[in-house]
């Protein structure tokens, strides 16, 4: 780059930008401006000095650089796209929603509560069979294990006599880290306000569709989650982001939250823990849950 640089002796500074390009400033207004492109090292610098107008001049420009990325192109091997650093490891899948090899296995049904707390501490007082079922008014139920980034799968049903309206029919609430909601409700032929039905982020983003099926039938969320970043101050560095398909569908695209979940008011994120436990909303309806899987990411 300096060989080529030095053949200008009438420009004043160089500027790198990220994408390996190189621009010469003309400070002394010697030319009427002066563009440079450097692309790779076999390519050689290509300098443009053309007294037309700014628009004409970046359209010639535009033209050059995608005949040299083109000329790039025709000179390269296939391998020297090849990447065969970080050999992705093996896991095996599972069939119909199993969990694959290296999931976490938070209830499979066995009456394994082992891996759940009452959210306060102490003994889960739902009941356990080949399900988890609410019983209401017991508490929220919380991981044993904390979690961040992670993929999560888990099945649930909301109860097949239907009971109440709005939010008070098959409501819970599935809560990573223990502080932002996807939210559970009946919502088959069931109005609320959107941003609070189920597949909604609460409070803060409604589902892309709505893809419930009917009360008493399992339903499935796929979750993708990550973990906000933020400042032992409080000053965020990324939000916490959802990701979800209900029953297969895509209900939340890689949405940003602006908070943690509030039931009233605006949301402020504030410094926790970078691991957290999954928790499991008691809303007073006996919605049940089951083959709840989790990989960290
Ligand atoms: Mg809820």
């Not at 970080?86 to 999931?103: L, T």
């Not at 799968?153 to 609430?173: A, F, L, Y």
């Not at 893809?211 to 989650?225: H, K, M």
């Not at 809303?283 to 899987?293: A, C, D, E, L, Q």
Request: glycine share 6%; net charge neutral.
């Amino acid at each position: 780059m300096e060989n080529n640089t030095k053949k200008i002796i009438s420009v004043d500074s160089v500027k790198v930008d990220e994408k390996d390009f190189v621009i010469l400033v003309d400070l002394k207004k010697q030319f009427d401006e002066v563009w440079m492109f450097r692309i790779t090292e076999r390519v050689p610098v290509i300098i443009i000095y053309i007294k037309f107008n700014i628009n004409m001049r970046r359209f010639i420009c535009i033209i050059l650089l995608a005949m040299t990325v083109v000329s790039i192109n025709a000179q390269m091997k296939p391998e020297e796209t090849e990447d065969w650093s970080g050999k992705p490891e093996i896991v095996i899948p599972g069939k119909n929603n199993q969990p694959p090899s290296d999931a976490i296995v938070l209830f499979s049904g066995q009456n394994d509560v082992v891996n759940w707390v009452h959210e306060k501490g102490g003994p889960v007082k739902w009941t356990a069979d080949s399900c988890l079922t609410i019983v209401p008014n017991t508490g929220s139920i919380k991981t044993v294990q904390s979690f961040g980034d992670c993929q999560l799968h888990i099945e649930w049903k909301t109860p097949s006599e239907v009971k109440g309206t709005s939010q008070g029919r098959g409501n819970s609430g599935i809560f990573l880290m223990g502080k932002y909601e996807l939210q559970v409700l009946d919502s088959y032929n069931n109005e609320t306000y959107h941003n609070g039905q189920a597949g909604s982020i609460y409070k803060q983003f409604a589902p892309l569709v709505n893809a419930s099926l009917g009360p008493g039938q399992w339903q499935t969320y796929d979750v993708v989650f990550t973990a906000p970043v933020i400042n032992a101050d409080g000053a965020l560095l990324t939000p916490a982001c959802f990701t979800v398909f209900h029953n297969g569908v895509l209900i939340q695209n890689h949405v940003k939250l602006r908070g943690p979940t509030e039931y009233i008011g605006i949301p402020v994120y504030k410094a926790h823990e970078e691991k957290l436990p999954l928790v499991l909303q008691d809303h007073k309806n006996p919605v049940s849950f089951r083959n709840i899987w989790i990989r960290e990411l």
